[in-house]
């Protein structure tokens, strides 16, 4: 177009120089746009880097017990309620049985990483399959999907993530990766509700516009229209979804590792999931007179990665949706 | 709308009851039963849990049980002893004799209902409520008033904070800086007459209420600041404080309202946190010993408990919601 106009003319300033963009490289510029969520993705790339080189960076290993040098403060504290003083070879001070708690804290973002990102995938996954089949096709199925949502709208999460890990801890499921399989199931099952209500609320919307209908007219069986027309106007507010879900799950692992119902803190060398964050808040909480440092680090780092999460999540909704815009 | 109200309370029941069979039914999952994990470390042998399975009825067919527990059975003398409707939760199975409403409800002798468990929690819920409606309600209003400015910003940080940080995070930040930092409190408070005491858990359960309010009183305001009705409110030259008062707020707290129902869901699920951290004595650290107890009638009895008050909770926001803005009208 542009430059069959320009050559016509008899000047050619008027040839548009602009590239083509996509919607999406268009909302990728706006997100690093927003400096807070660009500090919010550093942060989460930082963390990310982090537990794939944890077995680099750790100072110790998260297993050791250095005997005689048990419950001691952080390098910087002169004297501690126990009358110890910190010891520059462990920066954050070691815990009860004397073993380095920032190594620990570092191997602990193993599994509050993969607590965050494996069930998520598969929320979303089952989470739009179902909510694009409802919203689809609607009648019945739409209709057994929201009785299920009611019940679990009125049936606490955390309440049931706690009674499902309590009764099941014990059994072969929950012995499964030291209980992590369980813990993925149990967070799974709940949350793809939110997702499939999303979905459904978009598709019922969207199955009216014009391009679907368009579609239909020419043939396009429904499982095309399903997926290569509603699903790609679905992934925005989807992918802001995950952003927010994402933290919501790291915490969830981290107060019910403080219950202790999270993963099984294990000694075994080989093991690959040595400890998690909720489970070191759980062992300064218990010698919080003596020692409460141990709470500070793990506390500082899921405080940092919940926020940090929360606004990468919002940058992606403004960039994305740019008329959501401030609104919660 | 009575309809609508009416059929809401009923919808209640189906959801109670799917949630008393799902815990019924994952409880009951559980390997072992009540009685070979104690942690007394006081094993019972054979013949006495034989024994106390036949008082507790739990040899019977789980179908059995669970009608027992929900509707009620006849005991041995040909009594019938009522179940879940008649609010009956059982006994517990940890703390013998007694039974898990008697645990939850009953204060101790001599006190008012005030000093049960339930008693407890009910006032740290309330005072965190309160907290989060007396700070976050006015910051959100002055917030807008003064947009842009750094009292803005300020307030903004701190609501995305409190509004991202779990509770339990800031419990063991506050623990930290006002325990063990400052010993402003102690770590472990043991008296709970002293309102001192109570100031740190509130405080703490309250933020990420308080905060949510202020940035949707902020919110709110700023959209209510654009209206016609204010600038003629302004343009008749009334005083500042009447425009603010009589015309902005009253619409502008609408929103605010929706946000109870959450926030009292968020109160009651995050108070069982909250309680453990700072040993208060209420029914939130009851439900997370009988967890480590692995005390089922208890942990379902507290569950059920739990899923009643959030119900109620939702179901009363909305009726609020009605009552407030009569635009609303909610279908038959």
């Given at each position: 177009m542009a430059e069959i106009a320009g050559s016509q003319l008899?000047?050619?300033?008027?040839?548009l120089n602009v590239k083509s963009r996509s919607p999406w490289q268009e909302a990728w510029e706006r997100f690093l746009k927003n400096k807070a969520s660009l500090a919010g993705m550093i942060i989460v790339i930082l963390f990310l880097l982090l537990t794939a080189a944890a077995s680099l960076v750790?100072?110790?290993?998260?297993?050791q017990l250095h005997s005689g040098k048990g419950f001691l403060p952080p390098?910087?504290?002169?004297?501690?309620a126990n009358g110890k003083t910190g010891d520059p070879e462990f920066a954050l001070g070691t815990d009860t049985l004397g073993r380095d708690v920032l190594s620990r804290v570092i191997y602990g973002s193993r599994v509050s990483m993969i607590v965050g990102f494996v069930p998520t995938i598969i929320i979303i996954l089952v989470g739009s399959l179902i909510g694009m089949i409802a919203g689809y096709y609607g009648g019945n199925w739409d209709n057994l999907l929201m009785r299920i949502t009611d019940i679990m709208y009125g049936f606490p999460d955390l309440l049931f993530f706690i009674i499902v890990l309590v009764a099941l801890r014990d059994s072969w499921l929950g012995q499964l990766m030291n209980g992590l399989f369980l813990l993925f199931f149990a967070l799974a099952i709940v949350n793809w509700v939110g997702v499939a209500r999303l979905v459904r609320g978009q598709v019922l919307s969207l199955k009216e516009k014009e391009f679907v209908e368009a579609a239909r007219s020419i043939g396009v069986k429904d499982s095309r229209i399903m997926f290569r027309h509603l699903l790609p106007n679905v992934l925005g507010p989807l992918i802001v979804l995950t952003a927010f879900q994402i933290p919501q799950l790291i915490i969830t692992e981290a107060i019910l590792g403080y219950l202790g119902l999270g993963l099984r803190p294990t000694t075994d060398p080989n093991a690959f999931f040595i400890t998690s964050w909720g489970s070191l808040l759980l062992d300064g909480q218990t010698a919080i007179n003596a020692q409460p440092y141990i709470l500070l680090a793990p506390a500082i780092c899921v405080a940092l990665v919940v926020v940090a999460f929360t606004f990468v999540g919002d940058g992606l909704r403004d960039a994305l949706d740019p008329r959501m815009r401030g609104t919660q | 709308m009575t309809t609508y109200f009416l059929r809401r309370i009923l919808w209640m029941i189906p959801v109670l009851f799917t949630v008393a069979l799902i815990t019924f039914v994952l409880m009951h999952a559980a390997p072992g039963g009540p009685w070979d994990r104690d942690l007394s470390a006081r094993q019972v042998d054979a013949s006495t849990q034989k024994v106390l399975n036949a008082y507790y009825g739990l040899d019977k067919p789980l179908w059995r049980q669970f009608v027992a527990y929900v509707v009620g059975d006849f005991t041995k003398e040909g009594k019938f002893d009522c179940g879940l409707v008649c609010g009956d939760l059982g006994p517990s199975y940890r703390i013998r004799g007694r039974s898990v409403q008697d645990i939850l409800f009953e204060p101790p002798k001599?006190?008012?209902?005030?000093?049960s468990r339930f008693g407890y929690s009910w006032r740290l819920g309330l005072l965190a409520l309160s907290f989060a409606a007396l700070i976050g309600v006015p910051v959100g209003v002055f917030a807008a008033l003064k947009q842009n400015s750094w009292v803005d910003y300020v307030s903004l940080l701190i609501a995305t904070l409190g509004i991202s940080l779990p509770s339990f995070v800031m419990a063991i930040f506050m623990i930290i800086i006002?325990?063990?930092?400052?010993?402003?409190?102690?770590?472990?408070?043991?008296?709970?007459?002293?309102i001192k005491a109570w100031i740190l858990p509130g405080a703490v359960l309250g933020f990420g209420t308080m905060a949510y309010a202020a940035r949707l009183t902020r919110t709110s305001m700023l959209e209510v600041l654009r209206q016609d009705y204010v600038r003629t409110a302004r343009s008749k030259g009334l005083h500042e404080r009447v425009v603010v008062y009589r015309h902005m707020m009253r619409n502008a707290l609408i929103p605010v309202v929706t946000i109870l129902g959450p926030a009292l869901a968020a109160l009651v699920t995050g108070s069982f946190i909250i309680e453990t951290m700072f040993s208060f004595p209420g029914m939130g650290r009851a439900y997370v010993t009988a967890i480590s107890q692995r005390d089922y009638s208890m942990i379902m009895g507290t569950t059920l408990i739990y899923v009643l008050l959030v119900s109620i909770a939702n179901l009363t926001v909305d009726f609020l919601y009605v009552v407030i803005d009569p635009r609303i009208r909610l279908e038959d």
């Open positions: 008899p000047i050619n300033a008027t040839k750790a100072p110790h290993n998260p297993l390098a910087w504290v002169e004297k501690s | 001599g006190k008012s209902a005030l000093y006002f325990a063990t930092g400052l010993h402003w409190v102690s770590v472990v408070p043991k008296e709970w007459d002293n």
